[in-house]
Nanobody, 124 residues
Framework: QVQLVESGGGLVQPGGSLRLSCAAS????????MGWFRQAPGKEREFVAA????????NYADSVKGRFTISRDNGKNTVYLQMNSLKPEDTAVYYC?????????????????WGQGTQVTVSS
């Protein structure tokens, strides 16, 4: 089992940047595919990005390609989401997730563990 704790959210102006972090407990972090999802008020949760166990493969939602970058440091049990050129429509609670069975999946039920979320608000 793994516990996930997100951090790094906040209020940022359109065009700005934020870096989210997700720290995982346990000694098996490198065996998990990691993903980021988000949920805006009144909307369903949606996929943002995922990264393979070793970090060699990534997958992004079309809405964030070219603006967001997912990365991981298995030595620090941490996955990151660098978010650039932020837009008001990026406003949401961002969740990290860990899964063992599927490779950089964009499907939420493929992930076994979830963090509590961190709020990102993009507004002037």
């Amino acid at each position: 089992q793994v516990q996930l704790v997100e951090s790094g959210g906040g209020l940022v102006q359109p065009g700005g940047s934020l870096r989210l972090s997700c720290a995982a407990s346990g000694r098996t972090f490198s065996t998990y595919t990691m993903g980021w999802f988000r949920q805006a008020p009144g909307k369903e949760r949606e996929f943002v990005a995922a990264i393979s166990r070793g970090g060699g493969s990534t997958n992004y939602a079309d809405s964030v390609k070219g603006r967001f970058t997912i990365s991981r440091d298995n030595g620090k049990n941490t996955v990151y989401l660098q978010m650039n050129s932020l837009k008001p429509e990026d406003t949401a609670v961002y969740y990290c997730a860990a899964g063992t069975k599927y490779y950089t999946s964009s499907y939420g039920p493929h992930y076994d563990y979830w963090g509590q979320g961190t709020q990102v608000t993009v507004s002037s």
